[in-house]
């Protein structure tokens, strides 16, 4: 059973330089979320998708956007990457807003 | 908005003994209380959650308590193995927020052998 799958699990990139970070979810949940994990901080949530065709911001939406494809996938852009947006990105699902969230393992995201 | 502060952040125990994980909140209509435990390199992943109508739920070794009226939570492991070493975050949602999780700093705890 995949769940939410990331891709990529690595990336470095340039100051400057845009990348769309990819996640899919393959247990028909309504619900996708996207997160930051920096060290000491717990998750924040950047960006959240309640249904298919709906995004709202989360608590740290500066610097990003996001796409809900269809039902299954969700994507994370960074349109023009900044130092501070270096830390470990999580996609997560759940069924609804209060229900169990099902997590991604993560894309390690360096900006020099 | 909702603050969910968590302590200790590091906990070191011996295998057998127990753990105990509390978790404050600030926001008096949180109705649901999520536990995940991160190994590295890998997500979190859920181990346990308890909504507000409920004071305490069991699942073998782990437990979690529910005081809401001082607005805390408590995650409790039992004869510690060295496999429960991770990282322990506790989280919490309300309508209020439109039921968008807000996550305690974490515990590293460390079941020595």
């Known amino acids: 059973n995949a769940g939410v799958t990331q891709t990529p699990k690595f990336q470095v990139l340039k100051t400057g330089q845009s990348m769309t970070l990819q996640c899919a979810q393959d247990m028909n949940h309504n619900s996708m979320y996207w997160y930051r994990q920096d060290p000491g901080m717990g998750l924040r949530l950047i960006y959240y998708?309640?249904?298919?065709?709906?995004?709202d911001k989360g608590e740290v939406p500066n610097g990003y956007n996001v796409s809900r494809l269809n039902k299954r996938e969700f994507s994370l852009r960074l349109e023009s990457a900044a130092p501070s947006q270096t830390s470990v990105y999580f996609c997560a699902s759940s069924d609804v807003r209060d229900q169990p969230q099902h997590f991604g393992d993560g894309t390690r995201l360096s900006i020099l | 908005g909702e603050n969910v502060e968590q302590h200790p952040s590091t906990l070191s125990v011996q295998e057998g003994d127990s753990a105990v994980i509390k978790c404050t909140y600030s926001d008096s209509a949180s109705n649901y209380f999520p536990w995940y435990k991160q190994e590295l390199g890998k997500g979190p992943q859920l181990i346990i959650d308890i909504r507000s109508n409920v004071g305490e739920k069991k699942d073998q070794r782990i437990a979690v308590t529910l005081n809401k009226t001082a607005k805390h939570f408590s995650l409790h492991i039992t004869e510690t193995q060295p496999e429960d070493s991770a990282v322990y975050f506790c989280?919490?949602?309300?309508?209020?927020?439109?039921?968008?999780?807000?996550f305690g700093g974490g515990t590293r705890l460390m079941v020595k052998p």
């Open positions: 998708s309640a249904s298919e065709g709906t995004t």
């Open positions: 989280a919490a949602s309300s309508h209020n927020a439109g039921n968008m999780l807000t």
